[in-house]
Nanobody, 114 residues
Framework: QIQLVESGGGEVQPGGSLRLSCAASTNILTIRSMGWYRQTPGNERELLGSMSLRGDTNVAASVKGRFTISRDVAKNTMYLQMNNLKPEDTAMYYC????????WGQGTRVTVSS
């Protein structure tokens, strides 16, 4: 499977911004699609957005206008830019990649609090 490593999480105040990174172990142009998810205890993993092989993106309505997905092909990395963060955004954030099967990273924690 593809190895994925999320980074960039941390603690931020409401209204602040974070940029999460998802570094893949292979050329991301060989990956059918990649996505960002988040999960809180007791809840199912929530899809935040996805990116196709050619770079088209979709973002969930719940975070549209605040979250943006992008990538740097040369670095085999997908990003999640999160702006105007709210306490409700506190969660563990994961990326995944689909290439014959689905691979998941270990996650990076985001905490939004005063």
């Amino acid at each position: 499977q593809i190895q994925l490593v999320e980074s960039g999480g941390g603690e931020v105040q409401p209204g602040g911004s974070l940029r999460l990174s998802c570094a893949a172990s292979t050329n991301i142009l060989t990956i059918r699609s990649m996505g960002w998810y988040r999960q809180t205890p007791g809840n199912e993993r929530e899809l935040l957005g996805s990116m196709s092989l050619r770079g088209d993106t979709n973002v969930a309505a719940s975070v549209k206008g605040r979250f943006t997905i992008s990538r740097d092909v040369a670095k085999n990395t997908m990003y999640l830019q999160m702006n105007n963060l709210k306490p409700e955004d506190t969660a563990m954030y994961y990326c995944n990649a689909i290439k014959g099967w689905t691979s998941w990273g270990q996650g990076t924690r985001v905490t939004v609090s005063s």
